[in-house]
């Protein structure tokens, strides 16, 4: 008879968006092409779950893994995730229902991109500035895409690490400039709290393109989606969306320095994410780096640490194999 380990792994990593399935087969690191499902198409993750494991046959698993966005709560069977921009739960009860697999783990979307760190090749990632990274030092993590995830990962003095799991992206948004001061203003009198993630996210560049618009007297007509705003940017059509473009790398660089100073993140800092990746040139290096180095006396501690861009797809599931071969 087989042995869990014998068995491929579920993994699937639940977006605001889409949600991506996918078996990883015994003895590898990284798991076949996932299959992408709108999640607007399905009223709950049950329903999404069983078109994946009909198109996969019903395959008898080892263990399965999965994360969304949003806090963990419960353990055990008990263990879910109620999600922040979806009306999904994801739940062991639910998933073990569906597979038949008692081994069912729950964690963040980016407690699981922080756990693909370590497994992440050369080719995977396009150096920042900064140094060499301490390999044994805490890493740290964040990414726009729906909303903004935040994680890192610290060392557990035997060898490996331990994932963070937390909301670092709803953490109060700090201008550093006069433009971004009057910004936070103007943010403030629709939302009042305004988090770093209202703009660090592919809604929050909407959000920027009208408040920015206003900012000038002439909100333009229209708000136009995030893809549009990088397009317009990047061909010179819109100063508009050109400035949106540097206000968000600035922003950024700005809460990847918080994060890096908050973790002593000499590991590094990864860049992650749906957004960074796709944007090529209009994502300004020298901008991110500067923002990210201008915290005052800390700005010698901050040039050593690298910022690395993560171009390779799904790292949350790379991390949930990490995870489910590891329980």
Sequence with gaps: MPTPHDLPVLVADIGGTHARFALTQPGASRPDEP????????????AALETFLEQAGHPALGGAALCAAGPVQGAGDECHIAMTNLPWVVS?????????????SIVNDFTAAALSLPHL?????????????????????????????????????????????????????????????????????????VSAERVLCGPGMEELYGALGALDGSPEIGRPTAADIA??????SSPLAREVVEVFTGL???????????????????LAGGILPRWGDI????????????????KPYLAEIPIYLITVRDIALIGLTALARRS
């Design 35 to 46: 299959m992408v499902l709108m999640t607007a198409l399905y009223p709950t993750l049950e």
């Design 92 to 104: 062991a009860r639910a998933v073990t229902a569906a597979t038949g697999c008692p081994r069912i």
């Design 121 to 193: 090749d050369a080719d995977d990632l396009v150096q920042i500035g900064g140094a060499t990274a301490d390999d044994d030092a805490p890493r740290g993590i964040l990414g726009p895409g729906t909303g903004l995830g935040v994680s890192g990962l610290i060392p557990d003095g035997r060898g490996g690490f331990v994932p963070l799991s937390g909301e670092g992206g709803h953490v109060s948004l700090a201008p550093g400039t006069e433009r971004e001061i009057s910004l936070l203003f103007q943010l403030m009198q629709t939302h009042g709290h």
């Design 231 to 236: 397009r317009m940017a990047a061909d010179g």
């Design 252 to 270: 950024l660089g700005s809460v990847a320095g918080d994060l890096a100073l908050t973790l002593g993140a000499r590991g590094g800092i990864y």
């Design 283 to 298: 994502l300004n290096h020298r901008l991110l780096r500067y923002r990210f180095e201008a915290k005052g006396r800390f």
